[in-house]
C-alpha cells in the first residue's frame, strides 16, 4: 500500500515552453502533497507544499508564478514549470501525507520525474 | 538555520561488513527524523522512522538512533550486501518549522563484492 506515481517519469523540452508534473497517489488519500527539487550532488530541497482544496505554501526562493501548484484532488497533484529555463532542469520529487500537517506520519515518496530543458 | 549533515560523503566497504551513517543536525526542536534510500535516477525509498520520542529504529539488518541532545543520528548497516549500494538520505522534520522534510546531502554507499 501507499504508492505515489508520478507522470512523466522524464521530460526534454524546449526552453520557454511550459511542462506540468502530476503526482498521483494510488491507494491512499493524500490531505497534504509535498514537491521537492534535487539538483546534482545537491540535497533535496522542499520546493512548496500543498493541502487540498487550498493554495500552495511556497518556499522562500521559489517563484509561485513560474512553479504553479494545484492540489484539486485527494489523489492528485499537479506541478507545471512555467516558461521553463536551462536553470530549472533538475529531478523533481513529489511526496504524500494522509495526515493534514505530516508531523507525525511517514510521507511517500513518488519516483520522481527528470527534467531537462533545452 | 536549521541544517542537516551528513558524513561520510561516499562510502566503498568490502561486502559482509558493518557500517555506521552518520547525520548530524543543528536544531534538537525536531519532530521526527527519518532514513531513506535512493538508487540512481529513481524516487525515494523510506527506511526507517525515529520520532523525537524514540532512541532507536530496526528493520531487518538495519538500525537506526537517535540523539536529540547532541543532534545526532546513525544508521547502522548489519553484514553488508551489493545489493545495499546506494545512496542513503537522512531528512529531518522540523518543530515548528516547514511541513516538509530537510534533507542531508546523503552518503553514496558502494558494497564491493
Known amino acids: 500500500g501507499a504508492v505515489v506515481s508520478q507522470h512523466p517519469s522524464w521530460v526534454i523540452c524546449k526552453s520557454g515552453t511550459s511542462v506540468k508534473i502530476e503526482c498521483r497517489s494510488l491507494d491512499f488519500q493524500a490531505t497534504t502533497m509535498f514537491w521537492y527539487r534535487q539538483f546534482p550532488k545537491q540535497s533535496l530541497m522542499l520546493m512548496a507544499t500543498?493541502?487540498?482544496?487550498?493554495?500552495?505554501?511556497?518556499e522562500q526562493g521559489v517563484e509561485k508564478d513560474k512553479f504553479l501548484i494545484n492540489h484539486a484532488s485527494l489523489t492528485l497533484s499537479t506541478l507545471t514549470v512555467t516558461s521553463a529555463h536551462p536553470e530549472d532542469s533538475s529531478f523533481y520529487i513529489c511526496s504524500a501525507s494522509g495526515v493534514a500537517g505530516a508531523h507525525q506520519e511517514t510521507q511517500y515518496f513518488g519516483p520522481g520525474t527528470r527534467l531537462l530543458v533545452l | 538555520k536549521q541544517e542537516v549533515t551528513q558524513i561520510p560523503a561516499a562510502l566503498s566497504v568490502p561486502e559482509g561488513e558493518n557500517l555506521v551513517l552518520n547525520c548530524s543536525f543543528t536544531?534538537?526542536?525536531?519532530?521526527?527524523l527519518q532514513w531513506f534510500r535512493q538508487d540512481p535516477g529513481k524516487g525515494l525509498t523510506s527506511l526507517l522512522l525515529i520520532q523525537s520520542s524514540q532512541r532507536e529504529q530496526t528493520s531487518g539488518r538495519l538500525n537506526a538512533s537517535l540523539d536529540k541532545s547532541s543532534g545526532r543520528s546513525t544508521l547502522y548497516i548489519a553484514a553488508s550486501q551489493p545489493g545495499d549500494s546506494a545512496t542513503y538520505l537522512c531528512a529531518v522534520y522540523w518543530t515548528g518549522g516547514a511541513d516538509g522534510l530537510t534533507f542531508g546531502k546523503g552518503t553514496h554507499l558502494i558494497i564491493q563484492p
Open positions: 500543498s493541502n487540498e482544496g487550498s493554495k500552495a505554501t511556497y
Open positions: 536544531d534538537s526542536a525536531i519532530y521526527n
